[in-house]
């Protein structure tokens, strides 16, 4: 009995870490792929309406969340997985022979973005949702910070390599990317084969599946939103993290003009900064599970805000490179825990049949509201002071931070779950 518990322990570890060398191989690809095409589309068009033109129609892809999620929340998440890693390595394979044979075409280009972006949503919700299922629920906050850690860890590794190897590799790119995929594809095929994932799956689920028609499709569709309604925690939430993301976008798109308009540091001072900022994410990521343990979430989410807040403050008012990296850097850390610790809570809250949905669902709106966000600081830049912008910012996170500490529902759902943890505890 000892030895069987300790295999299935030995087994779920070995699991965990395939997993997690998976998650990262693919999302480093993905945001490789991503980089590579903007740029190369642009070397063989010159024209940054085509280029404009490819990243909108593969943002597409992030309104295929709101059915996505579906698919994970009915199929074998494990299977989900596997397949996408494959469909991801044949998408990226036939791009490359069909430039290679028939030279480019950014159509092409285009609908292999908006294939990966869509196995993308059904990918990262089914990875989460699985290893939820095999870890157990006392692992959501160890699982939310090591995903978004290598998320992080993705796009600093994805950005600087690709600049790396553009110009050595050209178009080959596109077939070590491919080559990328087939291996966490196997890896995922090995993992398969020493643990048993299957049997962490719902049998109703497979029961369902012989019978699905378009009216469950519908009923399926709506409860997910029904569920949000009905849940004054997520109701209340899923707006402030959108409000955030919003907020948070203007980093993404002002941080060269800072760079350059300000700091008077150009090209240089922008690349070091969009390296700072995510290190901070990264190590916001591995603090979230350390704090979360020790402290109140509605605490940690409040108090990181705040700090987030006073970080963009000060930020906007810096005229010093090193000062402003060690800003951004920490408040890379503060808007980490913020999130993370929404998300944990978000998370604890959403049952196991609808965390699919979910996911995906969130994903959708943050990926509608992201780039929302580009586009109205792009247009306020026009008009107004880039400090007053970011001033602007760090006033929303104080105002956000408030929200979050006097929310009542928040309040008592921590409440409620101490008292839950005490009752166990004894």
Request: hydrophobic residues 50%; proline residues 2%; glycine residues 6%.
């Amino acid at each position: 009995m000892v030895d069987n518990s300790a295999k299935e322990k030995n087994t779920k570890l070995v699991s965990e870490y395939i997993l997690l060398i998976c998650y990262s191989i693919s999302r480093f690809s993905n945001t490789a792929i991503i980089i590579f095409t903007y740029w190369y589309v642009w070397e063989q068009t010159n024209s940054a309406k085509i280029v404009g033109l490819v990243g909108g129609v593969s943002g597409i892809a992030a309104l295929s969340g709101l059915v996505t999620g579906l698919i994970v929340d009915k199929l074998n998440k494990n299977t989900l997985i596997i397949s996408c890693d494959f469909f991801k390595f044949f998408v990226v394979l036939l791009l490359y022979l069909s430039i290679y044979i028939f030279g480019f075409t950014w159509l092409i280009c285009c609908i292999a973005l908006l294939i990966v972006g869509v196995l993308n949503q059904i990918y990262s919700p089914a990875v989460r949702t699985n290893m939820i299922t095999v870890l157990g629920e006392r692992r959501i906050s160890s699982i939310n910070g090591k995903l978004f850690t290598i998320e992080q860890l993705s796009i600093i590794g994805g950005a600087s390599i690709t600049g790396i190897l553009i110009l050595s590799m050209g178009v080959l790119f596109y077939l070590l990317i491919s080559a990328m995929f087939l291996s966490s594809f196997i890896l995922l095929l090995i993992n398969n084969k020493i643990s048993h994932h299957d049997q962490h799956e719902r049998s109703s689920d497979s029961k369902s599946n012989t019978r699905y028609n378009f009216n469950l499709f519908i009923s399926d569709f709506k409860s997910t939103y029904i569920f949000i309604y009905k849940n004054k925690v997520l109701l209340h939430t899923m707006p402030l993290i959108l409000i955030l993301f919003f907020c948070f976008s203007p980093f993404l798109v002002l941080l060269g003009i800072w760079s350059d308009v300000v700091l008077n540091k150009g090209a240089v001072g922008y690349s070091l900064m969009e390296t700072f900022f995510p290190i901070g994410m990264m190590i916001g990521g591995i603090l979230t599970t350390i704090l979360v343990r020790k402290f109140d979430s509605r605490m940690v989410l409040s108090l990181s805000l705040f700090l987030a807040a006073t970080m963009t403050l000060s930020f906007s008012l810096s005229k010093n490179l090193i000062i402003s990296l060690a800003l951004l850097t920490l408040l890379g850390v503060f808007i980490s825990l913020a999130n993370l610790s929404l998300v944990n809570i978000q998370t604890e809250i959403v049952p196991e049949s609808l965390r699919g949905r979910y996911f995906a669902t969130s994903q959708t709106f943050i990926g509608i509201v992201t780039p929302l966000g580009y586009t109205v600081s792009g247009f306020l830049t026009e008009y107004i002071n880039i400090e007053f912008i970011f001033m602007s910012i760090g006033i929303v996170f104080v105002l956000v931070s408030m929200i979050c500490y006097f929310l009542p529902s928040l309040k008592h759902y921590i409440m409620a779950q101490k008292s839950k943890e005490l009752a166990q505890d004894g």
